[in-house]
C-alpha cells in the first residue's frame, strides 16, 4: 500500500449464488485492503467474479460472509460518497447530458444549484463543454462513457467504482479514454477502484494490480506497479512497462 | 438557421401531402364521375359534391350534434387516460396486485365492449352517463396495457444506476420508470382516443337522443343519404383532429430519440 489510512477493507469475503439446481460459489475468500487515493485495478479473466465484487464494495449485492468496510464503515447498501461507472453509459434517453450528469444531485436530495457550476466544468473537463443541451443519442460511445464518468464525479465521492468501463469502446478511443481517466485522477486524487481484463490497460492505469483467479474467485496475486508517474502512452514502449505485462500474463494464465 | 429549418420542415411536410392529396382528389373525381355516368340514385350514392353542398346547408344541424359528440368522446377518453394509467402504474409497481388482478383484466378485454351498450342503457339510462363510460370501457384497455408494458420494459441496468446514486422506489418511478413508459403511453393514447369515438358513436347508434351517431342513423331512417354522408364525414373530421392533438402533444414532450416507431 502505497499510503497508511485505509479506505477500503475486504476481509474473508464469500459469495454464493443459489440457483434452483446448486449454489454457485463466484467468490471463495477475498482480502483487500486499499489506500485513501490509490488507483487500484482488479484484473481477471471474464466471468471471474470481479464485477460482481465490485458490486459487493458498492452495496449494490449483498454478501455472503466476511465484511466490507468503506471508511471503517461497513457497507449495508450504495453509499452517498461513492461514484459508479458501469460497462454500459446507462444514460438516460430522455434527458440532456447536463441533466444526465445532474441525476446523483437530485437522487441524493442535494441542491441543484450547488452544483450546476461543478457539473459544467466536469463536462469543460472532459471536453464535452458544448454538449450539455445534447441528447445522449446524439454522441457516440466514448462520448456517452465521458457522461457516465461526469455522473459519478458530481456529487465529490472520495470513491469511485468502476466496472469494465472502457470495454466497450475500440482501442484507439480506449487509449484517449484511459489518458483522461489518469489526468482526472491526478487532479482529483480519489481512490478508484477498476475492473478490467485488459492487462495493458491495468498496468497503464493502476498503482497495484489485483490478480483474481478464475471461478470460484481469490485474489491470486498482488503486484505493485512502480512507474513513474504522470504517465503517458508513450510508457507502453518501456522495457518495465511490458514487463509488468509478461508477469501478469503468466500470472492469469497459470 | 432556426428559420430555415422551420421552412424546410413545412417544405417536407407540404412535399409529403402532396401525393396523398392528389391521389384523394383523383378517387373524388372519379367517384363523382362514376355516380353521373351511371345514373346512380342519391340515395344508394350521392355525389361528393352533393355532400359537400349538404355539409354546407346542414352546417347549423351539424355542428350542433358534433359538440355533444366530442366533448362526450373528450370525457370518456379522460376518464381511460386517468384511471387506465393508475391501474397500469400499480399493476407494474405491485406484484402481488398484479397476478391477482391481471387475470381479470384480461378475461373482461375479451368482452366484446361493443355489446355492453344496451346493458348500459339498463344500468345508466339513454344519458350522457351510458355513452361516455362505453367510450371509457373501450378506450381503458390500450391505456392499462400500453402503461403497464412501458414501465416494465425498463432497462434493469438503468435501475441498478439509479440505486448506485440512493435513488430510493419513488424516485425510481418518477425520474426512470415513468419517462421510459412514455412512448409507450402515447401510442396507448393514440389508440385510445380512435376508440373513443368508437364508442361514442356505437353509443350513439343505441341511445339515439343527440350527436353524430344519432344523426347518422336518424338519416338512414329518412332515406336521407347525402345527410349520412355528410355526418360521416364530419365525424372523420372530428376524429382527424383529434388524434392529431394527441399526435402534436406526443411530439411536444417526447422530444428525445427513443428508438421506437409506433405510429
Redesign the interface.
Known sequence: MTNDIVHVQVKDLRKTYQTRREDIEAIREVQMAVGQGEFISILGPSGCGKSTLLMII?G?LPLTSGSVAVGNEAVSG???D?G?V?Q?P?L????TILKNVM??I???GLPPDDYHAHAHELLEMTGLGGFGDN?P?ELSGGMQQRVAICRALI?NPNLLLMDEPFSALDAMTRDTMNQELLRIWEEFKKTVLFVTHSIREAVFLSDRIFVMSPRPAVISEIVTINLPRPRDLSIEETPEFNQYVAHLRAAIEH | MADNNGDSKIRAFANQSVGPMAIALLLLVIWQVIVIAFGVKEAILPTPWKIIQTIFTHWELLLAHTWPTTSECLLGFFLAVVIGMGLGILLALFPQFHSSVYPLVVAFQVVPKVALAPLFIVWFGLGTLSRVLLAFVIAFFPMVVNTYAGILSTDPLMVRMAHAFSANRWTVFCKIEFPNALPYIFSGLKIGITFAVIGIIVAEFVTAQRGLGYLIVFAEGNIDTPLLMAALTVLSLVGMVLYAAVVALEKLIITWDHGQRLN
Open positions: 458498492g449494490l450504495p453509499r452517498r461513492t459508479v458501469f454500459a446507462v438516460m434517453p430522455w434527458r441525476f446523483p437530485e437522487s441524493l441528447y443519442s456529487h
